[in-house]
């Protein structure tokens, strides 16, 4: 798993290297991976390096130190370099004196629309960790002038550091280079800082656990059960499937078919969709009730099941089952208008909530705000369940305080019906026997990869998304 690390015990850490290691030694390193990665978008952007422009938009601080000293790199290797000083009596004196030596060119505000108009490659390193809130008037009157793309030193200025989020006036990376340690906004706010590249500069070993984490590939590959040579059916989890109305039976289809798909080894389904989902997936075993659904290692419930009085009826049953229970859709919002219906739970049963902005509001009383991370963790506490937190980023949080993310390749799955494939995968997974936190956050990875193969660059239906799991599947199985 990939740890990432809030700015304050960063900053802590660094001061711990900094102590140990040669004056401006861990400067040069990361100013030295700024300019290799300019270097790599030079050469993507216009096809060459040298005699190529770049422009340096420099603050007061270390991120503005990167930048210049960066700048006296790129000069090494015939870059025209301009630095933008926005405090100039504030600027990094060594790498201010660095680029000028190496004949870059330093220029004041008054200055700056020409030559950003004139650049091929825009390196941001007006702010550092340390600042909060918008750009300032004097740097926001430079985005109008940004067209070539730009390389952020650590953060795109303007976007909070450990939220991610943009009040006001931001600069939009192309992509970000991070020293010793992702943040998160590198995965709270993909949107801003583009394609995030981290350069080692020796700090994990002063950093202990993280406070978030996000799985790759590899892990998720290596959780996903696949059946052994003694396993049947029965070992590889049976998964339960409360799902549909007459009103929405799509629901059942979706949520049963992603199952079924996850290589569960067996699916009930129990409900009114019984005969569309016989139809659609001969594999379940469909029956009209819970009551009459069999022995199952996992439910999932909620997906159109209706906020009346029989999907109430539903969920307090299927609750009382003594096994893992995904919750999604209907089953949040007759949580929160009927929270007695959770004392049919038995104390510790696995229970994954998944719910959506609005979902969530209902659920808790409050919107997740500006800090998800600690509303998602807040939740999970208050539920003793975990909570994936759906959006852009996706964020998994258990009772004990751990926290997966998960960045979505895109905006593919803001469509009908995904959220119920999603249960599906999550509720295959429980049954399994896998950690529900583990298994929520796996199931994540694998919906939003499915969702990006389906799309293939243009919008894609649930349907689609959920045609393409065995692929997504496939891929992390070999990855790993």
Request: proline share 6%.
């Amino acid at each position: 798993m990939r740890g990432i690390w809030t700015t304050d015990r960063i900053r802590k850490a660094e001061e711990r290297l900094l102590a140990a290691t040669p004056e401006g030694a861990l400067m040069q390193r990361a100013a030295f991976g700024v300019a290799v990665q300019a270097a790599e978008m030079l050469a993507a952007h216009t096809g060459r390096v040298a005699g190529s422009r770049v422009v340096l938009l420099v603050g007061a601080g270390n991120n503005g130190g990167d930048a210049l000293w960066a700048g006296q790199f790129l000069r090494k290797r015939g870059v025209a370099v301009t630095a933008v000083l926005l405090n100039p009596g504030k600027a990094h004196p060594e790498g201010l004196q660095a680029l000028r030596r190496a004949g870059g060119r330093t220029v004041g505000l008054e200055d700056a629309p020409g030559v950003l108009d004139a650049a091929d490659l825009v390196i941001d390193g007006i702010v550092g960790l340390s600042a909060r809130g918008p750009l300032r008037a004097d740097a926001a009157s430079l985005l109008d002038h940004l067209s070539a793309p730009v390389l952020a030193v650590d953060l795109p200025s303007g976007v909070d550091p450990d939220k991610g989020t943009v009040d006001g006036p931001a600069i939009t990376a192309a992509r970000t280079v991070t020293f010793g340690a992702r943040k998160p906004l590198h995965v709270l706010n993909p949107q801003h800082c583009g394609e995030v590249v981290l350069i080692d500069i020796g700090l994990l070993p002063e950093l202990s656990d993280p406070d978030l984490q996000q799985l790759n590939a590899v892990d998720v590959g290596l959780a996903w059960p696949v059946p052994g040579p003694a396993d049947n059916k029965y070992s590889q989890g049976v998964t339960g499937i409360a799902a549909g109305s007459a009103t929405y039976p799509g629901a059942a289809v979706l949520a049963t078919g992603s199952a079924v798909l996850a290589t569960s080894g067996m699916v009930r389904y129990a409900g009114p969709a019984a005969d569309l989902v016989r139809a659609r997936w001969p594999e379940a075993i469909a029956t009209g009730s819970v009551t009459d659904a069999g022995r199952v290692q996992a439910w999932v419930v909620g997906p159109g099941i209706g906020t009346g009085q029989e999907g109430r009826e539903v969920l307090r049953h299927v609750l009382s089952e003594g096994v893992p229970v995904c919750a999604d859709a209907d089953a949040t919002t007759l949580m929160a208008r009927y929270p007695d219906v959770l004392d049919a739970r038995d104390p510790g049963t696995p229970l994954v909530l998944t719910p959506h902005a609005g979902e969530f509001e209902r659920l808790t009383g409050t919107a997740p705000g500006a800090d998800r991370v600690a509303a998602v963790k807040a939740a999970a506490r208050k539920f003793d369940a975990v909570v994936l937190l759906k959006g852009n980023t996706t964020l998994v949080a258990a009772p004990d305080g751990r926290v997966l993310a998960n960045v979505a390749r895109g905006s593919w799955l803001a469509t009908a019906g995904s959220g119920d494939v999603l249960s599906g995968l999550v509720g295959a997974l429980l049954a399994s026997g896998l950690d529900p936190w583990l298994a929520a956050g796996a199931a994540a990875y694998v919906h939003s990869l499915a969702a990006d193969l389906a799309a293939r660059g243009v919008p894609v239906s649930a349907s689609g998304v959920e045609a393409a799991i065995p692929a997504a599947i496939r891929q992390v199985r070999r990855l790993s």
